[in-house]
């Protein structure tokens, strides 16, 4: 089956600075793949997704690229803000089945 | 619109005993799953139903683990007896129809085995 790692596990940034998430996947028939963000006591929320057929999508502060000869995919968020500390996970859909990493705890400094 | 609705949203019982959790999708969502979050982990899938069929429940331990998606719209997730490794936030997520649609998560259901 899929395989998803994300890197890094944890990252601190200061306010204002870039934040960036990397994750890599192993089914070459995986097509889609979602960011989520996950807030302390919640369900993960998504707030990126991308497709096999597109290489960068980008929403107000956040983007993602996604290298489909390389099998990874990576989350940008720019002028970072306290409240975008949260754990983020990657996901990627292979065979109508989603397969998530691991998650990275951002913590943004005031 | 409505999100995921889950309860309890918490539960604490011993282990060997027996819990039910339930799961509301948002309305007109086909497809439902039930995750199981580990501690520090990502959600791992248990069970997929497409409506009332069972899609995928290939990681669902099925000696303890049990669930049904009722006229296809609720749905309940049982595990009997329960062990010290179940432990975990049980997380339910609707799409609308196809596996690749956007999931959407409820709040879960954090279980504490003693």
């Known amino acids: 089956g899929e395989n998803v790692e994300q890197h890094p596990s944890t990252l601190s940034v200061q306010e204002g600075d870039s934040a960036v998430i990397k994750c890599t996947y192993s089914?070459?028939?995986?097509?889609?793949f979602p960011w989520y963000k996950q807030e302390l006591g919640k369900g993960p929320q998504l707030i990126i997704d991308i497709r096999s057929n597109v290489g960068e999508k980008k929403d107000q502060r956040i983007a993602v690229t996604l290298n489909k000869t390389a099998k990874h995919f990576s989350l940008h968020i720019t002028e970072t803000q306290p409240e975008d500390s949260a754990v983020y996970f990657c996901a990627a859909s292979s065979k109508g089945q989603f397969y998530f990493g691991t998650g990275t705890s951002l913590t943004v400094i005031p | 619109e409505a999100g995921v609705a889950q309860s309890p949203r918490y539960k604490i019982i011993e282990k060997r005993q027996s819990v039910a959790f339930w799961c509301n999708p948002i309305s007109g969502h086909a497809t439902l799953y039930w995750y199981q979050q580990i501690l520090g982990q990502g959600p791992k899938l248990l069970i997929q139903f497409q409506n009332n069929g069972v899609v995928d429940d290939s990681q669902l331990p099925k000696d303890r683990f049990s669930a049904e998606r009722l006229k296809g719209v609720d749905s309940t997730l049982k595990i009997q007896p329960a062990k010290l490794e179940d432990s975990a936030v049980y997380l339910c997520?609707?799409?609308?129809?196809?596996?690749?649609?956007?999931?959407?998560f409820g709040p879960g259901t954090r279980l504490t085995v003693l």
């Open positions: 089914d070459s028939a995986s097509n889609y």
């Open positions: 997520a609707s799409s609308l129809v196809l596996a690749s649609d956007t999931q959407y």
